[in-house]
């Protein structure tokens, strides 16, 4: 498993921008696809977007393409999580994970995950 941290997060205006990043320690994180979830408020957890162990290939929730975009720097063992064109409803808590096998869009599928990092849109 990798431990992962994720900072990045606060308050924007609705239209604003933030990046997120996660940290990962341990050897083998360029083996590892990533994803990104969150979780609002008295809601159910998420899937936002994911990356393979390459970065050749991206994934996103339909109501984020065009405005999020997911990247990695392997050699930094970091994933990023751009954020433009923020709206209110983007307002949830942020996690990252990781997916020893495969990845994807189910929870069930990440093995490792982080602590979340508060991002909050205002209208």
């Known amino acids: 498993q990798v431990q992962l941290v994720e900072s990045g997060g606060g308050l924007v205006q609705a239209g604003g921008s933030l990046r997120l990043s996660c940290a990962a320690s341990?050897?083998?994180?360029?083996?590892?696809?990533m994803g990104w979830f969150r979780q609002a408020p008295g809601k159910e957890r998420e899937f936002v977007a994911g990356?393979?162990?390459?970065?050749?290939?991206?994934y996103y929730l339909d109501s984020v393409k065009g405005r999020f975009t997911i990247s990695r720097d392997n050699a930094k063992k970091t994933v990023f999580l751009q954020m433009n064109s923020l709206k209110p409803e983007d307002t949830a808590v942020y996690l990252c994970?990781?997916?020893?096998?495969?990845?994807?869009?189910?929870?069930?599928?990440?093995?490792?995950w982080g602590q979340g990092t508060q991002v909050t849109v205002s209208s």
């Open positions: 994970a990781a997916a020893l096998y495969g990845g994807g869009t189910r929870r069930s599928a990440y093995d490792s």
């Open positions: 341990g050897r083998t994180f360029s083996t590892y696809a």
């Open positions: 990356i393979n162990w390459t970065g050749g290939s991206t």
